[in-house]
């Protein structure tokens, strides 16, 4: 059976920077954030249903309208629930079918909303990245030119950094990139050592 540790931490925490460091050290990893978003424009069922949800302009020329959707999503926490249970699902079969074709002692899977969306009952451990609010806003600001108000409002539809640690085996605390290898290939001797 394949280990699963899950590795997720609010936006701007550098989630996927510390997932790269993993991939370095020979770990398969999933991100769920970018698999949902391929799957969004692939599939052909959550198309429908996204456009059943919140119309037509949810698609332009056939691409995923990510600026109208995220202007509807952080603002209305029904239609955010109502957005992941359509697709939630299908990232979750799309994942245990990558699963299997991997071949290594344990994989991780990255995900802004592992534990909002109950995925981290999936997993075998968990890895929290977290950094200080200041810094996460800064570095959103830059990655997606942004607005500091933006990102808050995501910030909002996620759980604390408090909330996640309390539910993880690991925390990444990551304001400082040696630093931050140096904790990852420390947890990633203690998951070999675990399994």
Same mark, same amino acid.
Not at 55 to 78: H, R, V
């Given at each position: 059976?394949?280990?699963?540790v899950g590795l997720t931490?609010?936006?701007?925490?550098?989630? /996927?920077?510390?997932? #790269?460091?993993?991939?370095?050290?020979?770990? @398969?990893?999933?991100?769920?954030?970018?698999?949902?978003?391929?799957?969004?424009?692939?599939?052909?069922?959550?198309?429908?249903?996204?456009?059943?949800?919140?119309?037509? +302009?949810?698609? /332009?020329?056939?691409?995923?309208?990510? @600026?109208?959707?995220?202007?509807?999503?952080?603002? &209305?926490?029904?239609?955010?629930?109502?957005?992941?249970?359509?697709?939630? @699902?299908?990232?979750?079969?799309?994942?245990?079918?990558?699963?299997?074709?991997?071949?290594?002692?344990?994989?991780?899977?990255?995900?802004?909303?592992?534990? +909002?969306?109950?995925?981290?009952?999936?997993c075998d451990y968990v890895?929290?990245?977290?950094?200080?609010?200041?810094?996460?806003?800064k570095r959103v600001i830059?990655?997606? #030119?942004?607005?500091?108000?933006?990102?808050?409002?995501?910030?909002?539809?996620?759980?604390?950094?408090?909330?996640?640690?309390?539910?993880?085996?690991?925390?990444?605390?990551? &304001?400082?990139?040696?630093? /931050?290898?140096?904790?990852?290939?420390?947890?990633?001797?203690?998951?070999?050592?675990?399994?």
């Amino acid at each position: 059976m394949m280990i699963v540790v899950g590795l997720t931490g609010g936006i701007g925490s550098g989630k /996927t920077t510390v997932a #790269n460091m993993f991939h370095k050290l020979g770990v @398969p990893i999933y991100i769920a954030d970018l698999e949902a978003k391929k799957l969004m424009t692939s599939s052909k069922i959550i198309k429908r249903k996204l456009i059943q949800l919140f119309g037509e +302009e949810a698609y /332009t020329d056939g691409k995923l309208n990510k @600026p109208f959707l995220s202007g509807k999503i952080y603002n &209305d926490k029904k239609l955010l629930l109502k957005m992941n249970a359509i697709v939630h @699902p299908k990232v979750r079969s799309h994942f245990n079918r990558w699963l299997k074709k991997q071949n290594t002692p344990y994989v991780i899977k990255e995900a802004a909303i592992l534990f +909002e969306n109950g995925g981290y009952h999936e997993c075998d451990y968990v890895i929290t990245v977290i950094a200080s609010e200041e810094d996460k806003i800064k570095r959103v600001i830059l990655r997606d #030119n942004s607005s500091a108000k933006k990102v808050k409002a995501i910030m909002n539809t996620q759980w604390s950094d408090a909330e996640k640690v309390k539910l993880s085996h690991f925390v990444i605390n990551n &304001d400082n990139l040696s630093e /931050t290898e140096n904790q990852v290939k420390i947890i990633h001797q203690k998951i070999l050592k675990l399994i």
